[in-house]
């Protein structure tokens, strides 16, 4: 059976960092495109990251140069480093491979 799990969200002050990493199993993971969306409390799901197969990145606005994406296939792993990170930052986080599958999502904290 196919699961996403995400992992890595926690409470960080603003200006602080975190890393959310995503475990694949029961997947080909290797050729799938990858993203990260998340949803803050009262907004609509925000896509904020995509890594193709062939490791190419692109990056929401409200993200680019502050978080990185990034994949591991012989661990069947994928990432996203956040940095300098904002109070309107806070939400739950998902990742997946669009179409196919998303994790249950994890909670990212930013406050003082």
């Known amino acids: 059976q196919a699961h996403l799990t995400e992992s890595g969200g926690d409470w960080v002050q603003p200006g602080g960092s975190l890393t959310l990493s995503c475990a694949a199993s029961g997947i080909a993971f290797s050729t799938f495109t990858m993203v990260w969306h998340r949803q803050a409390p009262g907004k609509e799901r925000e896509w904020l990251a995509t890594i193709e197969r062939n490791e190419d990145t692109r990056y929401a606005d409200s993200v680019k140069g502050r978080f990185s994406i990034s994949r591991d296939n012989a661990k069947r792993t994928f990432t996203l480093h956040m940095n300098n990170l904002k109070e309107e930052d806070t939400a739950v986080y998902y990742c997946?491979?669009?179409?196919?599958?998303w994790g249950h999502g994890i909670q990212v904290t930013v406050s003082s």
């Open positions: 997946g491979a669009p179409g196919i599958i």
